[in-house]
């Protein structure tokens, strides 16, 4: 579903699977974030679809982290339709170190594809618009965070959701990392919709305030 201008979101809401949100990012370069699951890709195309948007124009995947619920149908969209995937640099390396190990856990194949392209913090032109990418450790190593002031948007991965944030105790986490991160987005200027890796969405400048007071609480 459109939910700002150029800006298309795709939570997951079954209580029966995990798979993470997703997001598209619309314009004259096409960005999908965070894919998720192979096996529910059929399930994330027929939203896309009857959006009006297409899986072909995609031209860059971008991993917020290596976690296979994010991250696992990448390949679909560099096989199937030509996309470059793409994370940052620190979390392509974890990703090839322990963050492979993630895979097997699930019981799923190690992904055929590959990173095509990684990416440091900083801005990220994108046809019409440029993002920034922050790189938010804590719940991996090489988390990104992705700021578009001009739609005062913040996607947050799983460093940060609605009243919660993520995960510290799986391999490449830390909790001194995750609280430092948080607070580097807490100072972002312009954010009046964040769109998490699962969960609900937050819209609206009081809410976003009122969720940095909240999770900030967890880390005193
Ligand atoms: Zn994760």
Redesign the pocket.
């Known amino acids: 579903m459109q939910v700002a201008p150029s800006v298309y979101f795709y939570p997951f809401t079954s209580t029966g699977e995990n798979n993470?949100n997703t997001i598209i990012l619309d314009g004259p370069e096409k960005v999908l974030i965070d894919p998720g699951h192979k096996h529910l890709w059929p399930h994330l195309v027929r939203q896309i679809e009857a959006d009006g948007l297409s899986p072909t124009d995609i031209s860059v995947v971008l991993h917020?982290?290596c976690?296979p619920?994010?991250m696992e149908a990448g390949e679909i969209l560099e096989f199937d339709y030509g996309a470059t995937q793409a994370m940052s640099a620190a979390e392509a390396r974890f990703l090839q170190g322990p963050g492979q190990e993630f895979f097997p856990w699930m019981g799923l194949d190690f992904p055929r594809g590959s990173i095509g392209r990684t990416l440091e913090e900083g801005p990220l032109p994108l046809g019409d618009k440029t993002v920034y990418l922050y790189l938010c450790p804590g719940?991996?190593p090489g988390?990104l965070c992705l700021h578009w002031p001009e739609a005062k948007l913040l996607v947050t991965?799983?460093v940060l959701f609605a009243h919660s944030v993520?995960?510290t105790d799986?391999p490449g986490g830390s909790t001194p990392s995750l609280a430092a991160s948080i607070e580097r987005l807490a100072g972002l200027p312009e954010v009046e919709l964040i769109l998490p890796?699962h969960g609900p969405s937050l819209s609206g400048a009081a809410r976003v305030a009122e969720n940095f007071r909240a999770v900030r609480t967890f880390f005193n």
């Open positions: 993470c917020t982290h976690h619920d994010h719940h991996t988390s991965g799983d993520g995960r799986f890796g």
